[in-house]
């Protein structure tokens, strides 16, 4: 299961995480289902399977009982980076409670410096999906946090622990500004080229060429983040879907609408339909949120004054009702 989401082969690892769980259960040893069970929700969260990933996080949490190093045959506490991936799930399904794990967890996981694993569990599903997704900023804390957990991981000499802590870290950099971008995107390249060459788990390649993209456009290639943003969706959808499908779409329409060119709204309207086509689990708000501001930029490009406004306030609602600090910024920022 493992080999097959590092080889970013989603829906197979799909498959292997449902038959994992399904064993577990079988074979009726809490420790051992505390154990293993967060690799499964590794596989879930890349396909956006968050009705899973919850249902798994919460069954790990009751057998844990409250005990930090319950199943400790990999990291130190399973229970801690399992809050964290809760906290995760519960966002994406617009559940409240998920900045209560986040909080919690990131207070353990600073108790367990001595340990990598949980500590990168705890900031890869804190920081990377909530960042580009407008839940979280990339503020003072944030860039605190992934700077810490890069020093410790470069002190522990654990090539995975590395690579995860330049990517948690890459990203927090990459937006903010001048030197501090520009480092976050070199640590984004070692990450790419380290996937690229089956040195890091395939899955990462998105999250860079999303993020290079959104470089391109802003420093004004249009055509080539068109192009990488074209084949990023392209990939996503061919694979059956992804957990980044909704961001790598929300980069080429975004691309597209700056570009603003011949045919260039008509195929960001149909990138938009091709994203609200894509069936998930009740209450996800992922793509709802995120479509919500891209219809209203549309509507924007379009010239259509009327259709902005009601878009523009019914996304301000809706970020404001989720509280994702991103979405409430980039919201008031619509005139």
Sequence with gaps: MTWQTMKANRREASQLADELVELLGAIGDPTLTVALVYAAMIAKHETAEMAEMLRFAQLVIDLAEGDPAKGSLIFESPLTVVTTARG??????GIAGWKD?????IATARALLTDPGTLGGVMWFTYVPAIPYGVLLPDATALRDTAEFLSIAEQSGDDLAVDLARGVHGLALAYQDGPAREHGFELLAKVRERAANNLFTMTNLPIADIHIAREKARTGDTAGAIELARSVVDDLFNAGGSIWTALATSVLVETLLQRGGEGDLDEAESAMDQLAAVPTDP??????????RLRALLA????????????RDSYRAKATSLGFEGHIKWAEAMP
């Design 88 to 93: 995760f799930a519960r966002w994406c399904l």
């Design 101 to 105: 794990d986040f909080a919690r967890s």
């Design 283 to 292: 209450g996800f708000v992922l793509h709802e949120i995120s479509l919500q």
């Design 300 to 311: 924007r490009a379009r010239g259509d004054e009327a259709a902005y406004r009601a878009y």
